[in-house]
């Protein structure tokens, strides 16, 4: 892997733990606005994703739509297609969050549905890309 690759990869994950961090943050304040979460968990594993297509220099397209980062990852990381449903349902929270009359409260349930996955996420793509940390 070339010195570009791997220094492009590792900046892919920094962006990610500092997403993650940030979901760390939040958490700690009852009164963190629960969309914030969840837009910081698909942020996360946007990137996360994104370091696995460097990684594998396949060119991560401009997109915030999960769903289609799995389908080009999923070659390279055993086990993420199985992630394809919950990848659309994170993907919402990285648009629909940022629009006015576009979104709606965020109950508990859906807020741990979306740091889950993301844990999911995570535990899966990390051992793939930390090669090129």
């Known amino acids: 892997m070339s010195d570009d690759v791997q220094d492009s990869v590792r900046q892919w994950i920094a962006k990610a733990e500092i997403d993650?961090?940030?979901v760390g943050i939040l958490r700690r304040d009852?009164?963190?606005p629960r969309e914030a979460i969840c837009f910081h968990?698909?942020?996360y594993v946007e990137k996360l994703l994104k370091a696995v297509l460097t990684l594998r220099a396949v060119e991560a397209p401009r997109t915030?739509?999960?769903g289609r980062l799995v389908q080009l990852a999923a070659p390279f990381v055993p086990g993420l297609g199985d992630l394809a449903d919950g990848a659309d349902r994170l993907s919402l929270?990285?648009?629909r969050s940022r629009y006015p009359n576009?979104?709606?409260?965020?109950?508990?349930?859906?807020?741990k549905e979306m740091l889950d996955?993301?844990?999911r996420f995570s535990a899966i793509i990390l051992p793939v890309v930390s090669?090129?940390?």
Do not use: P, S
């Open 20 to 22: 993650w961090a940030t």
């Open 30 to 32: 009852a009164a963190a």
């Open 41 to 43: 968990c698909q942020q």
């Open 64 to 66: 915030h739509d999960l």
């Open 93 to 95: 929270h990285g648009v």
């Open 102 to 111: 576009d979104w709606r409260d965020i109950g508990e349930f859906e807020l």
């Open 117 to 119: 996955l993301a844990e």
């Open 131 to 133: 090669g090129g940390r």
